[in-house]
């Protein structure tokens, strides 16, 4: 039996086949383009590696597009052939049977599948980060640091892929809420592991929430090897610079960024379109405008309406489409929403809720309607933790909430809103919530009409 670079059991019969294993392993780990360039050199050389396939399915579901399920059909089906030709190790099972759950619709089976992997070997960072991954797209905060913390004593300072733990430690306590141990446990993991991406962008996310903008541009500008050569990964780092600017008041700057680095190569992938459509959102907040950006985010939008593999995704599709006036598709989405909450699974529960109220809210804000989108945002908004994504990404719809709010004169909900989301900064007002307390103040002051 072979072992890999996690010191876990692989069935592959030839090092040169473990080396493309491994490699495939870094490149994942670290965000690189070349993960599914290694996974097909390790698919090609042994097509019955099971777990080979395996990887290939979970990793296409992690797209979040729907061409990709099909993708990982085919690859649960080759598992399924190769696991009857061949004997597979249990760690391989669990692979297999975590691809098998998603595919029924159950990403927390999935994770279930994978944790099982974990309770055998501990030091299996691969089979770690992927849980992470799709805790992440279900916003399972919480459930994130668990699994990565009983990890932890399994990756010491003699493993060689510790670093990327480390990240992925660094980031669930950021969005748990320990700051400085956050920041500590990523610029700790950077000296492990200096390509790891995910942790660097860890520490950016401590910097955004504690309103430390001259920092977090400092760190992102001083560590480009951790992430200028990664996959699209890259542009949602340049992502956190555009808002740390932003929070110093520099729009021009982010704007600029947006154009020269966040939308430089126009890719429909849905965690760049999510960049675009929130940065973009957040400067007209500001008041400024963007010209015909929200076009061509529009224009790919349209052609994801039936999507439905993530709610966060959709969400992001549906700023797009507010912001190109695509009325039409907008109407379609909703229609598509009213359906799948009808469903069972993991996703038609968050497309219920709070998906369905969280569209409507969207679709009341493009339409000057403030009163109706405040309602229909805070209504969404105890949940909205469930649709996945960080603090930093979900903010956008805090922000609009509480624009609405504003706008609609719910003036104690919005005071209220704007203590917790500074609250969860650890007490620290960001530009955003100075001028919101500020904007709050004088409408208080102005007589009812």
Same mark, same amino acid.
């Given at each position: 039996?072979?072992?890999?670079?996690?010191? *876990?059991?692989?069935?592959?019969?030839?090092?040169? @086949?473990?080396?493309?294993?491994?490699?495939?392993?870094?490149?994942?780990?670290?965000?690189?383009?070349?993960?599914?360039?290694?996974?097909?050199?390790?698919?090609?050389?042994?097509?019955?590696?099971?777990?080979?396939?395996?990887?290939?399915?979970?990793?296409?579901?992690?797209?979040?597009?729907?061409?990709?399920?099909?993708?990982?059909?085919?690859?649960? @089906?080759? *598992?399924?052939?190769?696991?009857?030709?061949?004997?597979?190790?249990?760690?391989?099972?669990?692979?297999?049977?975590?691809?098998?759950?998603?595919?029924?619709?159950?990403? $927390?089976?999935? %994770?279930?599948?994978?944790?099982?992997?974990?309770?055998?070997?501990?030091?299996?960072?691969?089979?770690?980060?992927?849980?992470?991954?799709?805790?992440? %797209?279900?916003?399972?905060?919480?459930?994130?640091?668990?699994? %990565?913390?009983?990890?932890?004593?399994?990756?010491?300072?003699?493993?060689?892929?510790?670093?990327?733990?480390?990240?992925?430690?660094?980031?669930?306590?950021?969005? @748990?809420? /320990?700051?400085?141990?956050?920041?500590?446990?990523?610029?700790?993991?950077? $000296?492990?592991?200096?390509?790891?991406?995910?942790?660097?962008?860890?520490?950016?996310?401590?910097?955004?929430?504690?309103?430390?903008?001259?920092?977090?541009? =400092?760190?992102?500008?001083?560590?480009?090897? /951790?992430?200028?050569?990664?996959?699209?990964?890259?542009?949602?780092?340049?992502?956190?610079?555009?808002?740390?600017?932003?929070?110093?008041?520099?729009?021009?700057?982010?704007?600029?960024?947006?154009?020269?680095?966040?939308?430089?190569?126009?890719?429909?992938?849905?965690?760049?379109?999510?960049?675009? =459509?929130?940065?973009?959102?957040?400067?007209?907040? +500001?008041?400024?405008?963007?010209?015909?950006?929200?076009?061509?985010?529009?224009?790919?939008? +349209? @052609?994801? %309406?039936?999507?439905?593999?993530?709610?966060?995704?959709?969400?992001?599709?549906?700023?797009?489409?507010?912001?190109?006036?695509?009325?039409?598709?907008?109407?379609?989405?909703?229609?598509?929403?009213?359906?799948?909450?009808?469903?069972?699974?993991?996703?038609?529960?968050?497309?219920?809720?709070?998906?369905?109220?969280?569209?409507?809210?969207?679709?009341?804000?493009? +339409?000057?309607?403030?009163?109706?989108?405040?309602?229909?945002?805070?209504?969404?908004?105890?949940?909205?933790? $469930?649709?996945?994504?960080?603090?930093?990404?979900?903010?956008?719809?805090?922000?609009?909430?509480?624009?609405?709010?504003?706008?609609?004169?719910?003036?104690?909900?919005? +005071?209220?809103?704007?203590?917790?989301?500074?609250?969860?900064?650890?007490?620290?007002?960001?530009?955003?919530?100075?001028?919101?307390?500020?904007?709050?103040?004088?409408?208080?002051?102005?007589?009812?009409?």
């Amino acid at each position: 039996m072979n072992y890999d670079i996690c010191n *876990a059991p692989v069935s592959l019969n030839n090092a040169a @086949t473990v080396e493309h294993w491994n490699a495939m392993i870094y490149a994942f780990l670290a965000h690189k383009p070349s993960t599914p360039q290694h996974l097909g050199d390790v698919l090609e050389a042994e097509p019955q590696f099971a777990m080979g396939h395996a990887a290939r399915g979970l990793f296409s579901l992690m797209m979040g597009r729907a061409e990709m399920w099909q993708v990982a059909e085919d690859a649960r @089906t080759a *598992a399924h052939a190769a696991r009857g030709e061949h004997s597979c190790t249990p760690r391989e099972e669990g692979w297999i049977a975590a691809l098998d759950q998603w595919l029924a619709d159950s990403p $927390t089976g999935a %994770i279930a599948a994978l944790e099982k992997v974990l309770d055998q070997h501990p030091q299996d960072t691969l089979t770690a980060k992927t849980s992470h991954a799709i805790r992440f %797209i279900l916003g399972d905060a919480s459930g994130m640091r668990t699994s %990565i913390e009983r990890v932890l004593p399994a990756h010491g300072p003699d493993h060689p892929l510790r670093g990327y733990v480390m990240g992925c430690h660094a980031f669930t306590l950021e969005e @748990t809420g /320990a700051y400085a141990a956050a920041e500590l446990a990523g610029r700790a993991g950077l $000296t492990y592991a200096p390509d790891d991406a995910w942790g660097l962008h860890a520490v950016a996310h401590v910097h955004d929430m504690r309103a430390e903008p001259d920092a977090g541009i =400092t760190l992102i500008e001083n560590h480009k090897s /951790a992430w200028n050569g990664s996959n699209n990964f890259r542009y949602h780092v340049w992502w956190h610079k555009a808002l740390l600017h932003l929070d110093r008041g520099e729009m021009d700057v982010a704007l600029s960024l947006y154009d020269c680095q966040i939308r430089a190569d126009k890719t429909d992938d849905y965690r760049d379109i999510a960049n675009a =459509t929130s940065l973009l959102m957040r400067l007209e907040l +500001e008041g400024m405008n963007i010209g015909d950006r929200w076009d061509e985010l529009g224009a790919f939008a +349209e @052609t994801r %309406i039936d999507d439905g593999c993530v709610v966060f995704a959709d969400l992001h599709y549906q700023l797009a489409l507010a912001g190109a006036a695509k009325g039409d598709a907008a109407k379609a989405m909703t229609a598509r929403f009213a359906r799948d909450a009808q469903s069972t699974g993991d996703m038609a529960s968050r497309v219920a809720d709070p998906g369905l109220a969280a569209l409507a809210g969207l679709n009341a804000f493009s +339409e000057g309607r403030y009163a109706d989108a405040f309602a229909q945002l805070a209504d969404a908004r105890p949940k909205m933790q $469930t649709i996945g994504g960080s603090h930093a990404q979900r903010d956008i719809f805090e922000r609009m909430t509480i624009d609405a709010g504003l706008r609609a004169s719910h003036f104690d909900a919005v +005071e209220d809103m704007l203590n917790d989301r500074t609250a969860l900064r650890a007490g620290k007002q960001d530009r955003f919530a100075a001028t919101r307390f500020d904007q709050l103040a004088h409408a208080r002051r102005i007589p009812a009409q």
